[in-house]
C-alpha cells in the first residue's frame, strides 16, 4: 500500500515539509521512488509565475535536443534553476545525468492567442518533447506549465532529497502547494513516468490504490484526448478522468465524483437529480473505478481535492492549522508537520464525500 500526502499553505514552504511528512510513513513505500508536484512558485521562480517552466530529467544529448526543438519553435529561455546535486555514490538512488528546471517566453505569435491557444501549445509540446527523448532513451518531461515543477526520481526518498539538497533550509524551491508520494508504481514496470503524482494542463493527481478497472478506464479515455497517453500506471485514468470532466466537459467538480464512483441504482432513485445521475452513470460507466482507492487531486486555481473509492478501503486523513492544511494517508505524518493543531479538528473522510480545500482554506465536505 502506497503513501500520499499533499500541503496547502498560505505561506510559500520547502519541500522539506512534505518530505517530513511522508518520511514518518516509512512502511507505506519500499524505497522505489520519491515524485512531487509544486504549485505557486517562490523563490527561484517568484518573478516568473506568468511563464511556462520545464521540468525534465535526461541525459546531455537530451538537453542539446530540446534545445534545437525550442530554438526552432520560437521559445525563449528566460531563467534556469540546475540543482546543486550531492554526488555520493553510498546514495541509494537512480540519478539522470541532467535535471532542467527552466521558463521560457511563448513564441512571438502565442502572445496574442487566446489562453486556449496557449494551453494546447503548452500541452503539445510537452508531447512532441516526450517523444523526441523517448526515441533514443534521452529521458524524460514530466510537466511544462505556468508555475508548476515536477520532480521525480527511483530510489529511497531520504537519498533523494539528500541529493538534492532538499534537506537545506536554504533550498531554493518553495511553493504554497505540495503533492507528493513516496513510492514508485510497483505493479508495473519502475519507471519515472509512473510515479505519481501526475499532471496534465494544469491538473494534478495522486493516488494510494489500485484500480482494477483500468483496462476499461484506458480504452474509453484514450479516443476522448490527445493528452491521454502513456497509462504507465493505472491511477493516471483517475487524472484523465478530473482532466476530462472540469477541462474537456467543463462540469462542476461534483461530476467527477459521481462518474468515478456512482451511487447504487437503487439510491439514484431517490434523489432530486436522478434523470441526471443516471445519465452520467449510463453514457460514462466505463470511467467508473473499482478496487481500494483514494486520491488527492490539485486544480489549475490551487483548488484541493481528496476522495475514496466507493468502499473507503485506503485511509486518509486531513488536519489544519490556521495557515496550513495537511492530507495525508497516515496521521503520524501530519503529527510530524502540524503537532500543534487541534486534533479535534481532523477530518477523516468517508467513501461517499468529496473534500475540497480552497486557497483560503476553507474546507467543504460535499456528500453524493
Known amino acids: 500500500m502506497c503513501r500520499i500526502g499533499a500541503i496547502k499553505s498560505t505561506v510559500p514552504v520547502k519541500p522539506k515539509l512534505a518530505l517530513k511528512l511522508m518520511l514518518p ?17 517562490y523563490g527561484v521562480f517568484a518573478d516568473s509565475k506568468e511563464k511556462p ?15 534545437e526543438y525550442m530554438d526552432r519553435h520560437g521559445f525563449v529561455q528566460l531563467a534556469q534553476w540546475v540543482p546543486d546535486v550531492v554526488h555520493d555514490q553510498a546514495l541509494a538512488l537512480q540519478a539522470m545525468p541532467r535535471y532542467v528546471f527552466r521558463t521560457y517566453e511563448y513564441p512571438e505569435i502565442y502572445q496574442y492567442r487566446s489562453q486556449k491557444a496557449r494551453e494546447d501549445l503548452l500541452l503539445d509540446t510537452r508531447l512532441a518533447l516526450r517523444a523526441l527523448l523517448a526515441e533514443e532513451d534521452d529521458g524524460y518531461v514530466y510537466s511544462f506549465w505556468p508555475d508548476v515543477l515536477t520532480l521525480k526520481e527511483i530510489g529511497d ?3 533523494i532529497a539528500t541529493y538534492f539538497r532538499l534537506w537545506d533550509d536554504d533550498c531554493r524551491l518553495v511553493a504554497k502547494n505540495i503533492v507528493v508520494q513516496c513510492r514508485q508504481n510497483t505493479n508495473y514496470a519502475i519507471v519515472r513516468y509512473a510515479a505519481h503524482p501526475f499532471f496534465l ?6 493516488a494510494n490504490g489500485e484500480n482494477t478497472f483500468f483496462t476499461k478506464n484506458r480504452e474509453f479515455q484514450i479516443p476522448l484526448h490527445r493528452g491521454y497517453m502513456g497509462f504507465e500506471s493505472d491511477s493516471q485514468t483517475l487524472l484523465y478522468s478530473l482532466h ?14 459521481h462518474i468515478i464512483t456512482p451511487l447504487p441504482y437503487e439510491e439514484i432513485q431517490h ?18 473505478i473499482n478496487g481500494p482507492n483514494t486520491l488527492i487531486g490539485m486544480l489549475p486555481d490551487g483548488t484541493m481535492i481528496n476522495c475514496c473509492d466507493a ?13 496550513c492544511v ?20 481532523d477530518i477523516y473522510p468517508t467513501e461517499r464525500e468529496l473534500i475540497t480545500i480552497t486557497n483560503d482554506l476553507e474546507i467543504t465536505r460535499w456528500k453524493q
Open 25 to 41: 510513513q516509512q512502511e507505506g513505500h519500499d524505497s522505489s521512488g520519491f515524485a512531487m508536484v509544486m504549485q505557486d512558485l
Open 157 to 159: 526518498p531520504a537519498a
Open 53 to 67: 517552466l520545464l521540468s525534465m530529467a535526461c541525459t546531455a544529448r537530451g538537453v542539446q535536443r530540446i534545445n
Open 326 to 345: 495537511v492530507i495525508s494517508s497516515e496521521v503520524c505524518g501530519i503529527n510530524a508537520v502540524i503537532p500543534q493543531r487541534d486534533v479535534g479538528t
Open 201 to 206: 494542463q494544469g491538473y494534478t493527481l495522486c
Open 244 to 257: 476530462y470532466v472540469l477541462h474537456e466537459r467543463q462540469w462542476p467538480i461534483q461530476y467527477f465524483k
Open 271 to 288: 434523489k432530486n437529480d436522478a434523470p441526471l445521475l443516471m445519465l452520467l452513470r449510463e453514457t460514462l460507466a466505463n470511467l467508473e
Open 311 to 323: 468502499k473507503k478501503l485506503r485511509p486518509i486523513v486531513i488536519g489544519k492549522t490556521p495557515s
